[in-house]
């Protein structure tokens, strides 16, 4: 699997879904569930297959500014690859 191409517009895959609420909020997946909060939580809720990766980058790069701009893409480009791989999110 490759990591996403800022034109790539992520999103959960089919079968997966938002669950819990606030704090609690969870993607249920056929497999099981993870518990998301932080950084995760923020780039997932980004992830609604109409933002392009770009997209979501520069929007967290605006909300971290004194970190890398490379680290931030390489990071949150990993993230969602693992996550691609297990068939959590697509692109």
Known sequence: ???????SQPRL?????WGGTGEERVILFPEGA????GTGLQ????????R???EIISE???EFGKTDPE???GD???FLEQLQRKRIVDY
């Not at 699997?1 to 034109?7: I, S």
């Not at 895959?13 to 879904?17: E, L, N, S, T, V």
């Not at 993870?34 to 909060?37: C, N, S």
């Open 52 to 54: 392009t990766f770009g």
């Open 1 to 7: 699997m490759a990591l996403p191409t800022d034109a």
């Open 60 to 62: 967290l790069q605006k």
């Open 71 to 73: 680290k931030i893409r």
């Open 13 to 17: 895959a089919a079968g997966c879904r």
């Open 43 to 50: 780039v997932l809720e980004r992830c609604d297959g109409t």
């Open 34 to 37: 993870i518990k998301l909060q």
């Open 76 to 78: 949150i480009g990993m």
